[in-house]
């Protein structure tokens, strides 16, 4: 009897269930997660089609997401409904790793059937896959290559070609990727811009809430940040604000004004392989990527690669030297090192807010993850950027941990205040009205380019013949708060050092492509840089000018046949001369009459009728400049020549 695989993320209508795809290449696929701050979400709803009648097992793939924590009872769990009937095993319980869970069994006929998801608590159960397993079957592999072939089986479909070879191919639409595809694209390139979300912008989207950082306009390029213009939100302050605020619709519509001929925005879609072209040096032939709900898989091939991911996934599929951590002090010669190198980053802020109720707003008392007391409670009602975890991880093989510390932590410490605290009565009318489900990261890996950019060259004013944009930002180095670290095992909150500089400084163009991948460009926050330089150009409106000097090297790469070493070594004057006339703006409508002699008619049925000082001949037509009679109005070439007007002669031909 052959089995019915669904993924979950592929489910007909989500209800209130998110799509998390953060993690996709360590558990396989992207999942389902029932994000309702303590209130159970929508069911999750899909049909599928029984292959003959019988008794079936229904098995999900899940975890217990709050059992690292090893207290209580498990956090987030949800049922499964097969034609409205609850199976009986409450799901998410079966521990910390992803592993198949059964569900139960019941008879069902062969034919149409549906299927839903059921959350039980609204605190972040999750789904990747059911399977529907004939009578004795076993469940499918736990994970590894060989749930991959499984998984690959049952969904049985092929890669796709994507028929265009592209200039440029940039991977995530974050700020710094928004930018580099639209620079290139008015530079002439034909380009795809491949993201993984349904909304563009990374950090700065209502989806994370990180405001964006930085100035533009600034020497010695003052015309980049054009586009970084375009697409910022008008309301920028610090702070977690309503989705409106982020502005979402701004950084897509900007594509609109794009030939349709000229670029691919390929949404939802994530990369999971390269496939590398022969010989040296090392060079991308092409990626393939996954539509993240639909499964299906497509190759895009192209002249130039630009990774913007931030966790450098193209750079490190396709072998770059990467660095992570901090380095030591001996390492770059910067004071601000530390004097032994280590593996701290600066971390994940899972941002949140919350807002007062006209009545009482009940949140449920949980008894699971860390135990928070009068004596480390935060008496707080939002989390920005200090809400920061994982500074000891691993940001791109441990995002779901990492992400899930952060919630945790919100939670516990809300029902703390909520329900226990001797001050809760404060907080009795406070309801959790956001909180991200994705996290913004702030540091991952870091590429190394052919220049990596340090302490010394910022503080030292050391300007590089292949300067490019600049950054505006301090140093600004996060570390977890010691006061916060030393009342829990694993920090959930930071602490920032600041040192300002003194003026704009401009990144070698030489930290913005990679040393060991030869048509691979570097945006966003995995940019050539060391720990600490990297903490003052790592804000995005500096990474979306560095994005608008990469579009305009990947043009001038497809328009001489070059790669993105060979614009330093032999065409920098042709990309200082893009950067000094800046990213053009998009045409403007005006049509308001302005530099050169007319006068004519705008019918909507006919077109624009020109009058002077080209009579159009349309009239000819003794309908049409009757018409125009009709409007009473004297002309140019009659007042000037004091001759008939125009409606005399119309009247006449009639």
């Known amino acids: ?30 999942y389902v997660m029932a994000h309702g701050m303590g209130v159970p979400v929508r069911d999750a709803r899909t049909a599928c089609v029984i292959p003959e009648a019988g008794r079936w097992t229904v098995w999900a793939r899940t975890r217990d997401w709050t059992a690292p924590w090893r207290r209580g009872s498990p956090g987030g769990t949800f049922d499964v409904l097969v034609n409205g009937f609850a199976l009986p095993q409450r799901l998410g319980t079966n521990g910390p790793d992803w592993a198949w869970q059964k569900a139960g069994s019941l008879l069902l006929a062969a034919g149409p059937a549906t299927v839903a998801l059921r959350d039980r608590t609204g605190f972040n159960g999750r789904c990747d896959a059911l399977y ?52 290139a694209i008015r530079a002439g390139a034909r380009v795809a811009l491949i993201h993984d979300r349904p909304v563009l912008g990374g950090c700065n989207s209502s ?12 020497p010695p390029y003052p015309a980049l940040g054009n586009v970084v213009q375009e697409i910022s939100p008008i ?23 794009c030939p349709g001929d000229r670029y691919r925005l390929a949404l939802e879609t994530r990369v999971i392989s390269l496939e590398m072209a022969g010989g040296a040096p090392r060079r991308i032939a092409s990626c393939v990527a ?18 913007c991911t931030g966790d450098a996934v193209v750079s490190r599929m396709a072998g770059a030297a990467v660095m992570t951590g901090r380095e030591a002090r001996g390492t770059f010669s910067e004071s601000l090192a530390p004097v032994q190198g280590d593996g701290q980053v600066m971390g994940m802020s899972v941002t949140w807010r919350s807002d007062p109720d006209a009545g009482p707003a009940p949140f449920p008392d949980i008894g699971w993850g860390i135990e928070i007391t009068e004596k480390n409670a935060y008496y707080v009602r939002s989390g920005d950027w200090e809400w920061e975890t994982g500074q000891y991880r691993d940001q791109a093989e441990e995002t779901e941990y990492i992400r899930d510390y952060g919630l945790m932590a919100i939670f516990a410490n809300w029902s703390f205040l909520k329900n226990r605290s001797p001050r809760k009565d404060e907080w009795s009318r406070d309801r959790l009205s956001w909180i991200t489900f994705l996290g913004g990261k702030r540091e991952s890996f870091r ?61 070698p163009y030489r930290c913005l492509y990679a040393r060991d991948v030869a048509n691979l460009f570097l945006g966003g926050r995995h940019v050539s840089a060391s720990h600490v330089a990297f903490g003052s150009i790592r804000v995005m409106r500096t990474l979306g000018m560095l994005g608008e000097v990469i579009g305009m090297a990947a043009a001038l790469c497809a328009r001489k046949a070059i790669l993105p070493r060979d614009v330093y070594a032999s065409h920098f004057g042709e990309l200082r001369a893009m950067m000094e006339a800046g990213v053009p703006a998009p045409p403007t409508y005006h049509n308001g009459g302005m530099g050169r002699e007319y006068e004519g008619y705008h019918f909507k049925d006919t077109g624009h009728l020109s009058v002077y000082p080209v009579a159009s001949r349309e009239l000819g037509d003794p309908a049409v400049r009757a018409r125009i009679a009709a409007l009473g109005v004297q002309h140019t070439e009659c007042r000037s020549a004091g001759g008939p007007s125009f409606q005399s002669s119309a009247s006449s031909d009639g």
């Open 1 to 30: 009897m052959a089995g019915v695989w669904i993924e979950a993320e592929s489910f007909d209508s989500l209800g209130g269930w998110v799509i998390d795809q953060q993690s996709m290449g360590q558990v396989g696929s992207a």
């Open 235 to 257: 309301a920028g302050a610090p702070g977690v604000h309503p989705p409106e605020f982020y502005e979402d619709a701004r950084k897509a519509n900007i594509f609109l004004n």
């Open 290 to 307: 996954r539509h993240v709900r639909s499964g299906a898989e497509t190759r895009f091939r192209a002249h130039v690669f630009a990774d």
């Open 447 to 507: 590429v190394v380019g052919d220049h990596v950019l340090t302490q010394g060259d910022i503080e030292g004013r050391v300007i590089h013949p292949d300067a490019t944009a600049s950054a505006t930002w301090n140093l600004d180095l996060h570390f977890p708060d010691p006061e916060h670290a030393a009342k829990f095992p694993e920090p959930f909150r930071s602490c920032a050092y600041h040192r300002n500089l003194t003026r704009p400084y401009p990144v």
């Open 132 to 183: 529907l397993a004939g009578e004795g079957a076993d469940p499918p592999p736990d994970g590894g290559e060989e749930l991959a072939r499984f998984r690959g089986n049952a969904a049985g479909a092929a890669i796709g070609e994507d028929s265009v070879t592209y200039d440029l191919v940039v991977v995530g639409g974050g700020i710094a990727g928004i930018c580099t595809a639209i620079a």
């Open 207 to 218: 989806e994370i809430r990180v405001p964006m950082g930085g100035f533009f306009h600034v």
